[in-house]
């Protein structure tokens, strides 16, 4: 069982930067996958970013590429996303997620644990 916490959500102008932190519990953090994904209103949830457990692979959605960055510190149970260049179209609530393995890394329903999410608002 891993229980994710996320912070670091806010509102900041266009073009600023956010850092998004997600706190695992647990002793187990470093055997998992971590993703963050993105849910604005009425739309349905999207894949950002994703993290293998020993970092050595991650991978992007088209539409953040260069601007955002995924990493983890398994020392601290902890995996960020930091945001760059944001756009209003960023708008959402993030969620940082955990899974195993690293296949269908973009799919939803491949990850067993959700964080409860955090708001990004970015005005125009």
């Known amino acids: 069982q891993v229980q994710l916490v996320e912070s670091g959500g806010g509102l900041v102008q266009a073009g600023g930067s956010l850092r998004l932190s997600c706190a695992a519990s647990?002793?187990?953090?470093?055997?998992?996958?971590m993703g963050w994904f993105r849910q604005a209103p009425g739309k349905e949830r999207d894949f950002v970013a994703a993290i293998s457990r020993g970092a050595a692979t991650t991978y992007y959605a088209d539409f953040v590429k260069g601007r955002f960055t995924i990493s983890r510190d398994n020392a601290k149970n902890t995996v960020y996303l930091q945001m760059n260049s944001l756009k209003p179209e960023d708008t959402a609530v993030y969620y940082c997620?955990?899974?195993?393995?690293?296949?269908?890394?973009?799919?939803?329903?491949?990850?067993?644990?959700w964080g409860q999410g955090t708001q990004v608002t970015v005005s125009s």
């Open positions: 647990g002793r187990t953090f470093s055997s998992y996958t």
């Open positions: 997620a955990a899974r195993n393995g690293f296949m269908e890394v973009t799919t939803p329903g491949r990850y067993d644990y």
